[in-house]
């Protein structure tokens, strides 16, 4: 039934090319069905996603029903609830029989939410809805935008410095404290409390045409993009780092301006970035000598990282590496998000994406802002969704996870080979455990990792705005992904020397996640456990890259 793959894929944002709904929706040409009934069914379900997010999970039907995604089931379950004319399929129709099977329990499910929030008929419920929607509705107008998402603005420090930018460019900018006083305050500042040299602004204002950005003297990066490079902390002492996949620049140009700043900045100090994508790579060598920092930076340009040989002499004193590899970009966020759609989570009991153990946490709610539109007046800027998360294509976003996965496992393990390297920063700016911590600890239990001692940065060990920052890694995914690896290192010391942002938070940032990993080189590495669960092989887990080298084929996602 088109109708709802067909409101299924607009949820998940495929395809999407910006603008609002009705306008993605009306604009798009080979829609089956009709575009009114797709906005209806879209437009609603969202309203309602947050109670029938609660039915679904409840009546266990996606444990059940295989042929039904967390989309699919929402979409199906609110036309079967609360649609005048049910289900928009023939009754023999697969997706009907799928979800009018469960109609009792459903049914039950949604009585329970409806007296649980106290509405004595579903038209006392509906109204209710309806006017938290419409609340919803008046609070962004009133402040320009739903979740409130700054406009995230880095200060290089290799143009010019933070007191400098407060004197000229917002010099007319009011201080605030808070980003919660930003949201009223039109032309607020607000000087990030965790990454020197950032600062924060009203997403209503566009310095894009402003002449310090022509300048290169700011550079639009959120704030969770900037942990990376800050927490990699490069010192002039650390000799050659190297930026592994590095298109558009945004955390090269940092770790140019993270050096610059140094006091002891001088001779050894240089950023070596390699980009494989050739037409990435010209994006690359623009920004950076729009940053000024072409005297730090040598841009490799099309050259595949993996392919560097770490015993040459050229390499022989690189001491940091920052690894953010392709990812699938499940944590960007686009300006203009608009309702939020409360997805069910999938059952523990989903099948397991391969032979690994992974599964999607059973009992996290995954919010989707939907749809995301595209911004697109920042050639640089790296929220420039150019795909979508397959949300609504549970077996397909599980296979491509899984092939990331061993890709950025690849990064990380040729990373480690590096001789004098004591530092590595791995970052993507994905949710999904499979590509985070999972990924960590791996990378932990691989040969290479134990043969030189390579370790987790530990929290207590990370830069001062990196220890402060609160939100940390995943404890369940963390414990789950040591499972039979204990050994290696505690689940909790795991989680919280990982760190994650999430979207939609006061904080104001993407989803991202970022770990460091540490090497003592005059330290003896431990000895290797030799139980077989603990050890995965580096050469075993380094097949596990795509098959095909194509560039489009291997990551097939999001560029932070
Ligand atoms: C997530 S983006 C990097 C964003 C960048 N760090 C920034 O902050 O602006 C990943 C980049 O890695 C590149 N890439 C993927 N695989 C690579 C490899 N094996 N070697 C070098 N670059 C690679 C992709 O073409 C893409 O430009």
Known sequence: MSLYYEASDILANVEAKGGSLKNRIFGKKDLKSSPGAIFALVAETTKWSSVLKEVVEKSDILKLEKKLTPTLALLLAHDLILAKKGVAAPKSHPLNLAISRHKARLNAEFTKCRIKGRFATLDAFRTHINAAAADESAEAAADGTKAFHPRWVRVNAVRTSIEKAQSTFFA??????????????????????????????????????????????????????????????????????????????????????????????????????????PIRAQTLEKMVKLAGAGKIITVKASQDFTKLDPRSQEFADVGALLLDPSCSGSGIIGRDDT????????????????????KRKANAAIEVPAPIATETNDELSEETPQAAELENDEEKLKTRLNNLAGFQLKIVLHAFAFPAATKVTYSTCSIHAEENENVVVRALSSKIARERGWKIMRREDQVDGMKRWSRRGDPEASKEALQGKESLVDAKILADACIRCERGTDEGTMGFFVAGF?????????????????????????????????DEEEWGGFDD
Not at 339 to 358: C, E, G, M, N, T
Not at 528 to 534: G, K, L, S
């Open 172 to 277: 007319d900018f009011t201080k605030v404290s808070s980003l919660k006083e930003l949201r009223t305050t039109p032309r607020g500042l607000y000087l990030d409390e965790h990454i020197p040299g950032l600062v924060a602004i009203h997403p209503g204002i566009d310095l894009s045409k402003h002449a310090a950005y022509h300048a290169g003297e700011i550079i639009f990066q959120d704030k969770a993009s900037c942990f990376p490079a800050y927490l990699l902390d490069p010192q002039p002492k650390d000799g050659q780092v190297i930026d592994a996949c590095a298109a558009p620049g945004n955390k090269t140009t940092h770790l140019a301006a993270i050096l610059s700043s140094q006091k002891s900045y001088g001779l050894k100090a240089s950023v070596t970035a390699c980009e494989r994508n």
């Open 518 to 550: 540490v090497r003592d080189p005059d330290a003896d590495p431990e000895e290797v456990i030799t139980d077989a669960e603990t050890i995965e092989a580096a050469d075993g887990e380094e097949n596990n890259e795509d098959e095909d080298d194509d």
């Open 339 to 358: 309702a939020v759609l409360h997805l069910p989570s999938l059952p523990s009991s989903a099948p397991a994406p391969s032979s690994k153990k992974r």
